[in-house]
């Protein structure tokens, strides 16, 4: 049983890589290669752009594909999605497609496009927005750098923001919010359908999804004694309770927790004074709900 994916060549292949290493899938990939060798001997991986990794695995051609929420939505794509990864290029917030003009432009709202020029990569998207609001407006396909097209070019773009620090540098307003979009995990509906290959893209999401819930948390570890285990546990947080074992002494105890690792740095000296010793903080590759 082989389970053929596709992973987003650009802007979201360093963090996918990342990903799939903390989820325990270590790619390696030569500089001109579109095909990674991966140490799982049931996973076929491939480099495709996001845009079109929707299309091929509705056709069939993948089982699964790692893209955006926009490009299934652009591609009218028949696929499953199966689990959503909230993480980007720069950041674990999800990104918007906008529409945006030059500062000193008149128009105000989405209305004033009326005979208007538009200029994105999400043509289909765009078009279905207009006629909700039946706003009729030319929408040209961008071939990229849309944001340096106003107001030479078009009289408007939309385009995907993530922090807008490149709109504001292009000196554009933001007129309003088109779509939020997230990473997901998409599967073909015939590929869940066959019993192995479920089961194998179930255990995929399941350790993706283990990795992101695991990025920002820590683990920690500490010795109490008896007498001051309420005091520790009273300033402790946690995923849910604590962990707490007799440690050989009967007098003490090992109290085990998972919690983010911003707190670490306010709680340690809470829990010091609070009676834990040897207090370990380690690590999490994955946090299985």
Not at 181 to 197: F, H, Q, V, W, Y
Request: with cysteine; net charge neutral; hydrophobic share 45%.
């Amino acid at each position: 049983m082989l389970v053929r994916a596709a992973l987003p060549k650009g802007s979201l292949e360093k963090p996918t890589f990342a990903l799939l290493a903390q989820a325990g899938y270590n790619l390696t990939i030569g500089s001109r290669s579109y095909v990674p060798a991966v140490d799982d001997e049931e996973l076929h991986v491939r480099l495709v752009r996001a845009q079109e990794i929707p299309r091929y695995v509705a056709q069939g051609v993948f089982d699964i594909g790692i893209t955006g929420h926009d490009w299934v939505l652009e591609t009218n794509a028949d696929v499953e999605e199966v689990l959503e990864l909230v993480y980007s290029k720069a950041s674990m917030n999800p990104c918007k497609w906008v529409l945006a003009v030059p500062e000193d432009s008149p128009i105000r709202a989405p209305e004033d496009l009326r005979g208007k020029r538009i200029a994105t990569e999400l043509v289909n998207v765009t078009k279905r927005y207009l006629a909700a609001r039946r706003i009729e407006a030319e929408v040209e396909f961008s071939w990229g750098a849309t944001e340096a097209k106003p107001p030479d070019l078009v009289d408007a773009i939309v385009d995907i923001t993530e922090t807008g620090r490149s709109l504001a540098a292009n000196k554009l307003r933001i007129v309003d919010v088109l779509l939020e979009t997230t990473t997901r995990l998409i599967a073909g509906k015939e590929s869940l359908k066959d019993p192995s290959k479920r089961r194998k893209i179930e255990n995929f999401a399941m350790l993706l999804e283990g990795a992101l819930v695991a990025q920002g948390m820590v683990g920690m570890k500490m010795n109490v004694s008896a007498a001051d285990l309420p005091k520790v546990l009273a300033v402790l947080p946690a995923m849910k309770d604590p962990t707490v074992n007799h440690l050989r002494d009967k007098d003490w105890y090992a109290v085990e927790t998972v919690l983010k690792e911003r707190q670490v740095r306010d709680l340690v000296p809470d829990l010091k004074r609070a009676g834990a010793r040897d207090i370990i903080e380690y690590p999490l590759n994955k946090v299985i709900l």
